[in-house]
């Protein structure tokens, strides 16, 4: 899966696309508070679980054996998909050889237009995991 560096491989149906990460993997805790007669009034904090974001860009849709980069209005079509047809399968390999697997949804379209013009305009999904970012291979350091 790291054919020129991609580092993202998501299935969408029937649909195989890879891209690669933009150095924003963010692992944030979700907390709940509570205060009870017995805390005598000093707040309780417990971790129920964890937000997993990253964005992924150069998205390139490999279904069947062929190339094919997708522009900006195929993925705001993405960005735009509800229910069960938005979420996506996952893999995540590292540079440091450890893979992850989980199932996200697409939580917004980035798009980043330069003011020079010979520059060209970046695209970029956002996705959040849903469930856990399972470990399934070791790094190998």
């Known amino acids: 899966m790291a054919t ?13 696309l890879i891209g690669v ?3 924003d993997l963010s692992v944030s805790a979700i907390t709940k508070e509570s205060i009870t007669k017995d805390d ?4 309780q904090k417990a971790i ?9 860009a150069g998205i390139i849709d490999m279904t069947g054996g062929s190339s094919s980069v997708l522009d900006n209005d ?3 079509d993405m960005a735009q998909e509800t229910g ?3 979420e996506l399968d996952l893999t995540y390999l590292r540079s440091d050889g450890a893979t992850y ?3 996200a949804v697409i ?7 330069p003011a020079d013009p010979d520059s060209d305009a970046t695209y970029s999904l956002d996705l959040k995991v849903i469930g856990d970012l399972t470990i399934v291979s070791q790094s190998n350091g």
């Not at 993202?8 to 649909?15: A, F, N, T, V």
């Not at 129920?48 to 992924?56: A, I, L, R, S």
């Open 48 to 56: 129920t679980g964890h937000d997993v974001t990253f964005k992924v």
């Open 4 to 16: 020129l560096c991609y580092n993202i491989r998501l299935q969408l149906g029937e649909k195989t």
């Open 40 to 43: 005598n009034g000093v707040k």
């Open 101 to 103: 697997e989980g199932v």
């Open 21 to 23: 990460t933009q150095d």
């Open 107 to 113: 939580t917004g379209y980035s798009e980043s237009s």
């Open 84 to 86: 069960a047809s938005a």
């Open 74 to 76: 195929d993925l705001i």
